[in-house]
């Protein structure tokens, strides 16, 4: 397919271009509104079978489950290895884009390095992230109670901590508005035995204290308006004597990890923060 038809939709699935402007600017590449029309669901479907990709390995166990939340059940996707034991468990927090393929293909990344990997959806009390509408779900996030969201993602931990199926061992991971979830998972599940923020919001330094779990944060250079609260943050982990580690990439931006949106993946940033991020896990949680 036409590779600017694909940077096109690819600017439309991760919100960074409303419908309207999505399908006048296909039609301009198309040659033509009716041929615009007659694109829009091959793209769409080939979106949709890529998404089913992800669930079919041979190699993982994948499928959605509930579990219970602070405001009811909980959809998630849920993925580990197909071989008999127990795993140690990492939460995935997704973007502000909600539940997404993209985050189902993290969460069996890390299903694959030998966890039990699970990636809640934060819009499960308002129905689950919609299909196809990068912008309705990045108003709905927008809009959750962020107290009761908090409370949904540690009920995550507690989750994984007695399931049939974990070491007892819980992470947690997350990625922009996910990354700022993960520092209040921290913050507010002592149960927590690891958390590594991507790019995320940082807490309040008297929220720091209340940290159990070791930290490590990944952070792009070029993302002035996160990185502003770095220096506040080191300063409240080394006053309140936390474990933790914190790494800048040069030359990365926000969202440098991922490398389903082309104009933010950074691949060298993101594979070095990946294999930290592993390790990490692997030395707090096996």
Sequence with gaps: MDEKITTIYADYKQGRTNRRDFVRKLAIVAGSSAAAMALLPVLEDNSLKASGDIQDDPEL????????????????????QRVNKKFPAVIVIHEIWGLNPHILDVTKRIAKEGFLAMAPDALSPLGNTPENDQEKAMSLIRGLDQGQTVKNFVA?????????????????????????????????????????????????????????????AHYGANDPRIDEGIPAFEEALKKYKKEYQIFIYEGAGHAFNNDSNPERYNEKAARLAWSRTIAFFKEKLI
Excluded at 61 to 77: N, Q, V
Excluded at 158 to 169: A, D, R, V
């Design 156 to 216: 995550a931990v507690k989750f994984l901590k007695t399931n049939p199926l974990s070491t007892g061992k819980v992470g947690c991971t997350g990625f922009c508005w996910g990354g700022g979830m993960t520092n209040q998972v921290a913050v507010n599940s002592p149960d927590l035995d690891a958390a590594v923020p991507y790019y995320g919001m940082q807490p309040k330094e008297e929220d720091v204290a209340k940290i159990k779990a070791p930290i490590m």
């Design 61 to 80: 166990t994948s499928e959605f489950i509930r579990y219970p939340g602070e405001t009811g059940e909980i959809r998630a996707f849920f993925s580990h």
